[in-house]
């Protein structure tokens, strides 16, 4: 996995300021950051890489404190209702944006109630696998077998970590670039859907490679492709979705932390 900086020391400035205190004195005390998955999510993995250098550079304790569910909701509003003072940060704004587009009844605005701190990008590429009943050994063998279990009206289902998460967007993508029916049965989290996938209750998995490596290693799972730009330098026998003939399929995260900071917005671009 790798992880493209775009932080440094003008994020962390916009960090200071947005906090609405004079940066010699914010932080004073540890600030805590809500992340919309559990542990393990590729969201929190990417925010536990940088947390370290930005605790260096403010001096404070950076808490993670994860809160999935509903799609990102509940971490949302757990950020909505904190006092506006730079110590309850949301991470992955993202998929907020998501939510309130596919929920417009969501309880919160973002553009209203939030203002944008600074932005990360990371390539997360995904791996593909699929539970070892499966009998595809290939993409195509894959894209083949949804195509004739569709057919038969016995889909192959893929699980994901809630109703307009990145997997569900990104597997939905793949059906239409495939013309695939791959069906959708939404989790609350990843390991969730990682033992769904091992007890046989769906049959592949979009999923970020460090959560599932030691099941491929194993063998408990068995991998067909990778959806990054190149093939993944810990399995180089895994083809790319490219390469498997499914184009326009390479992912790319970009996340953000975000204060609610809508009442004095001081950040400046």
């Known amino acids: 996995m790798t992880v493209h900086w775009r932080v440094a020391h003008a994020a962390l400035s916009m960090l200071l300021v947005a906090a609405g205190a004079p940066a010699q004195t914010y932080p004073v005390r540890p600030v805590r950051v809500v992340v919309p998955q559990q542990a393990g999510g590729s969201a929190d993995m990417t925010l536990r890489l940088q947390l370290p250098y930005v605790e260096r550079r403010l001096g404070r304790n950076f808490i993670v404190d994860n809160r999935p569910g509903a799609t990102g909701v509940i971490a949302v509003q757990i950020v909505a209702s904190a006092p506006p003072d730079g110590y309850t940060l949301l991470y992955n704004a993202s998929n907020m944006l998501i939510t309130q587009t596919i929920q417009p009844a969501a309880p919160y605005k973002v553009l209203r109630d939030?203002?944008?701190?600074?932005?990360?990008?990371?390539?997360?590429?995904?791996?593909?696998?699929?539970?070892?009943?499966?009998?595809?050994?290939?993409?195509?063998?894959?894209?083949?077998?949804?195509?004739?279990?569709?057919?038969?009206?016995?889909?192959?289902?893929?699980?994901?970590?809630?109703?307009?998460?990145?997997?569900?967007?990104?597997?939905?993508?793949?059906?239409?670039?495939?013309?695939?029916?791959?069906?959708?049965?939404?989790?609350?989290?990843?390991?969730?859907?990682?033992?769904?996938?091992?007890?046989?209750?769906?049959?592949?998995?979009?999923?970020?490679?460090?959560?599932?490596?030691?099941?491929?290693?194993?063998?408990?799972?068995?991998?067909?492709?990778?959806?990054?730009?190149?093939?993944?330098?810990?399995?180089?026998?895994?083809?790319?979705?490219?390469?498997?003939?499914?184009?326009?399929?390479?992912?790319?995260?970009?996340?953000?932390?975000?204060?609610?900071?809508?009442?004095?917005?001081?950040?400046?671009?």
């Open 114 to 269: 939030f203002v944008p701190i600074t932005v990360t990008a990371a390539s997360l590429g995904n791996l593909i696998v699929v539970n070892p009943a499966v009998p595809a050994r290939s993409m195509q063998e894959l894209i083949a077998l949804a195509k004739e279990r569709a057919d038969r009206n016995e889909p192959l289902k893929y699980g994901s970590q809630g109703n307009g998460s990145g997997q569900h967007l990104l597997v939905e993508m793949f059906n239409l670039r495939a013309g695939t029916s791959l069906m959708h049965v939404p989790y609350k989290g990843v390991p969730a859907i990682i033992n769904a996938l091992l007890a046989g209750e769906v049959d592949v998995l979009f999923i970020n490679p460090i959560a599932v490596l030691a099941h491929v290693k194993s063998g408990r799972v068995r991998v067909l492709g990778f959806t990054g730009t190149s093939r993944f330098e810990l399995l180089p026998d895994v083809p790319t979705l490219t390469e498997a003939g499914v184009r326009d399929m390479e992912t790319r995260r970009r996340a953000g932390m975000a204060g609610l900071h809508r009442r004095e917005p001081r950040i400046r671009s």
